[in-house]
C-alpha cells in the first residue's frame, strides 16, 4: 500500500515508545534561566535535543566544534566537545536512540560521532557540500543528505559509504520526513516544497509535487518543520516554514493519496527575521493541546511564543535574555526544558518548572 498523510488519532502518538503529556502551563510561563553556555567563541548556529529526551543536547558553532551535553536536566554542562570538521558544520542530527550523532560540514564530510565516549566512530568523504541531514525514522542508521548540487545522498553508516543518491529539481536546504518514513520534504533554496513519496526500503523516492511557498519571491527556504497537530480533536499534518523575509509561514498538508500531496496555505505570522538563518519550532505537546503553539527567536534578541490558530499577531509570551540575534530555538520531547542560541554564541536553557540539580 502507498504511504499517504491522513489525520491520526491522538492515543496512537507517543516519542520514542513515552507517550507526551501535556505541558505545565500552556501560557508558556517559566521559572527562569535553567543554565548558560558561554564555551562557544563563535556564533551558534544550530541545537538539537536527543530523539524523546530531556537529558541529551548538542550545539554547532561556527568554531567548529559541536558541544555534546548527556545531562542537561540534572548536571548542566559540556560533557564533550567533538572536534574533526575543518570548515563550517551546516547540520546535525541523532540516531532515533540517540546512540550516535551524525554532523556535515562545508568540508565535504559527514561524521558520526558515539554519544556515550565523544569518538568519531565514521568518517564518510566526499559526499559535497551538504545543508541539510536527516536519519530514516524507520531505518537505523540510514541518513540522507542534501547537497549544493541538487542531489540527495543516502548514506549508510553501517557500510560507512554512500549507497544511492538521486537528483531533484532544486537543491534542498532543508530536509523532513512524516514520522512513518513514507513521505520526504525538502523545503529548497528557490522557496519551494517538494513532496517525495518514499519505499519500504528508503532507497527509492519519487517526486509528487512541488509548491511554490513564498509567493513570488525565488529565495531559499532556511528552515522547515512537520508536525501533527491537534485540530477538532483529530490529528493533522503541518509544516512550518521560515525564510528571511520577515514572515513564518504555516501550512497545511493535504491528506490525500501520493501522487496529489501538496500544501495549503493556514497563516503567516510577522517576525523580524531578513539577515539570519532563523529555525523556528512547533511546540511538541502540542498534538495534545486545542491551541498548539510554536515557538520563534527574532532578530531583535527576543524568543516569542504564538499560538498556531489564533489570528491575530499577538504572542502569547516572550522570553528576553539574549544580547544577540536569537536565530535557533528547541524543545525537550516533554517542553520541561527550552534551549535558544545567538549569533553571539550564548546558548540558554529555559526552565518551564523549577528544577532541583544535584
Request: with cysteine; net charge positive.
Amino acid at each position: 500500500m502507498s504511504p499517504s498523510l491522513s489525520s491520526s488519532s491522538l492515543s496512537s502518538l507517543s516519542v520514542s515508545g513515552t507517550p507526551l503529556s501535556p505541558s505545565p502551563s500552556p501560557d508558556y510561563s517559566f521559572s527562569g534561566m535553567h543554565h548558560i553556555f558561554g564555551e562557544c567563541t563563535k556564533a551558534v548556529t544550530h541545537i538539537r535535543f536527543g530523539v524523546g529526551s530531556t537529558n541529551i543536547f548538542a550545539f554547532v558553532s561556527r568554531d567548529l566544534v559541536i558541544y555534546l551535553c548527556m545531562d542537561v536536566y540534572h548536571k548542566p554542562g559540556v560533557t564533550f566537545q567533538l572536534k574533526g570538521h575543518t570548515a563550517e558544520i551546516t547540520d546535525i542530527c541523532f540516531t532515533g536512540t540517540n546512540t550516535y550523532l551524525a554532523s556535515s560540514s562545508l568540508d565535504g564530510s559527514l561524521r558520526i560521532w558515539e554519544t556515550k565516549t565523544g569518538t568519531c566512530s565514521q568518517f564518510v568523504r566526499e559526499v559535497g557540500v551538504c545543508s541539510s541531514i536527516v536519519f530514516h525514522p524507520k531505518i537505523d542508521m540510514l541518513l540522507l543528505a542534501s547537497d549544493n548540487k541538487a542531489n540527495v545522498k543516502i548514506v549508510s553508516f553501517k557500510e560507512g559509504k554512500i549507497i544511492k543518491s538521486f537528483k531533484v529539481p532544486t537543491s534542498i536546504t532543508s530536509l523532513a520526513f512524516e514520522p512513518s518514513g513514507g513521505i520526504l520534504f525538502g523545503a529548497d533554496e528557490k522557496g519551494q516544497v517538494q513532496i517525495y513519496k518514499g519505499e519500504k526500503d528508503g532507497l527509492s523516492y519519487s517526486l509528487s509535487s512541488r509548491t511554490q511557498v513564498l509567493g513570488p519571491k525565488t529565495i531559499p527556504i532556511t528552515s522547515f518543520k512537520f508536525i501533527y497537530l491537534k485540530m477538532d480533536r483529530t490529528l493533522k499534518p503541518f509544516v512550518l516554514v521560515n525564510a528571511k523575509d520577515n514572515l513564518i509561514r504555516i501550512f497545511t498538508v493535504k491528506s490525500t493519496s501520493p501522487s496529489s500531496l501538496g500544501l495549503v496555505p493556514f497563516r503567516e505570522i510577522p517576525v523580524l527575521n531578513k539577515t539570519e538563518s532563523i529555525h523556528s519550532s512547533f511546540c511538541p505537546a502540542a498534538v495534545y493541546r486545542d491551541a498548539p503553539c510554536l515557538v520563534t527567536g527574532s532578530e531583535d534578541c527576543t524568543i516569542y511564543f504564538h499560538d498556531v490558530k489564533r489570528r491575530d499577531i499577538k504572542p502569547l509570551n516572550k522570553l528576553i535574555g539574549h544580547g544577540a540575534p536569537v536565530v535557533d530555538v528547541c524543545w525537550s520531547h516533554d517542553e520541561v526544558l527550552l534551549a535558544s542560541a545567538d549569533t553571539s554564541g550564548t546558548v540558554i536553557l529555559w526552565a518551564r518548572v523549577k528544577i532541583g540539580k544535584t
